[in-house]
C-alpha cells in the first residue's frame, strides 16, 4: 500500500499566504487651470449686482463705472446722464439739494443742466455710442449712430444750441424703447414732429461782419503817427486822421522829410 501511495504525484497543500491585492489605477495628475475667467458680475442699476456689465466691457472701457455701463446696455441710461461718460464731469463729487416738500436730501442734478455747448453732449455720446456698438457688435446699429451724429453736427451749424439741445434730450430717450425692443435703425431717421416743435423755429442769426476796416480815432486831430514815419500812404486815411507833418502841420511832407 506504501508502495502505490508512493506513485501517486504529490499534491501540493493549498497556500496560505494572502493573496495579491488588486492594483489600483494609478492617481490622476492634477487638472491645470484653465485660461477661461467668467464674467464678474457687475454692479447694476440702483446698486443691485447683476451679470450685464460684463469683464469684457469693463475692460474695453475701464474709465467707465460698471453701474453706467450696466444703465447703458440696459437702455436705462437716460439723455441727462450723459455728463456721467463726460471725461470733465464724470468725477465730480455728487451734490445734493434739500426737497422742502419731502424734507429730504435729494441728489442734485446741477451737472446734468450743464450741457451749454455742443461739445458737452458730442464728446459724452460718442463714448456712447462706443459702448453700444462694443455691446451688441452690429455694422447697422454703428452707422445708425454715426448718422445720428452727423445730423446733429448739421443742425449745430444751422440752428441755435438750446433749441437743439432740446430736441436731442427728446430724441435720445424716446430711442431707449426702440434698443430695448432691438431696433436701432430709428437713430438714423430725423423725427420731424420734434424737429418742428423743438427746432425749426430757433434758425441761427449770422454775426454781421463790420463794413470795412476803418477805425474810429480816439483824438481825430492828431496827424497821422504812421504818415509821419512814412508807412500811411493811403488817402484818405484809415484811420481817419489827417496826414500832416507833426513838426510844421503841412500836408506837403510828413515828420521824416522834414527840414528844418
Known amino acids: ?79 441727462a446722464d450723459l455728463h456721467k461718460l463726460d471725461p470733465v464731469n464724470r468725477d465730480k463729487e455728487t451734490a445734493y439739494t434739500f426737497n422742502g416738500a419731502t424734507n429730504q436730501f435729494e441728489v442734485s442734478h446741477r451737472v446734468a443742466k450743464e450741457y451749454k455747448t455742443p461739445f458737452s453732449v458730442l464728446i459724452p455720446l460718442q463714448m456712447y455710442f462706443s459702448i453700444l456698438s462694443f455691446h451688441t457688435s452690429s455694422i447697422d446699429a454703428t452707422g445708425a449712430f454715426f448718422d445720428y451724429t452727423s445730423h446733429l453736427l448739421k443742425l449745430v451749424a444751422e440752428y441755435e444750441w438750446t433749441a437743439i439741445y432740446s430736441y436731442h434730450s427728446v430724441f435720445f430717450n424716446r430711442r431707449r424703447a426702440d434698443m430695448a425692443a432691438g431696433d436701432y435703425a430709428k437713430w438714423s431717421i430725423c423725427d420731424n414732429g420734434l424737429m418742428a416743435e423743438h427746432v425749426y423755429g430757433h434758425r441761427r442769426i449770422p454775426q454781421q461782419k463790420p463794413k470795412g476796416s476803418t477805425k474810429s480815432p480816439s483824438n481825430p486831430g492828431e496827424a497821422c503817427r504812421k504818415f509821419n514815419d512814412g508807412r500811411c500812404t493811403t488817402s484818405p486815411c484809415p484811420w481817419g486822421r489827417p496826414h500832416a507833418c507833426a513838426t510844421c502841420g503841412k500836408a506837403d511832407h510828413g515828420k521824416h522829410q522834414h527840414k528844418d
Not at 34 to 41: D, Q, Y
Not at 43 to 67: E, H, K, Q, W
Request: cysteine-free; charged content about 10%.
Open 1 to 79: 500500500m506504501q508502495e502505490i501511495l508512493g506513485r501517486l504525484p504529490q499534491v501540493n497543500s493549498p497556500s496560505t499566504a494572502a493573496p495579491p491585492a488588486p492594483t489600483l489605477p494609478s492617481a490622476a495628475p492634477p487638472l491645470q487651470g484653465s485660461s477661461f475667467v467668467p464674467p464678474i458680475a457687475g454692479i447694476g442699476v440702483n446698486g443691485a449686482y447683476s451679470s450685464t456689465a460684463s469683464l469684457s466691457l469693463r475692460t474695453r472701457f475701464p474709465d467707465v463705472d460698471a453701474a453706467v455701463i450696466g444703465a447703458i446696455i440696459s437702455h436705462d441710461f437716460k439723455a
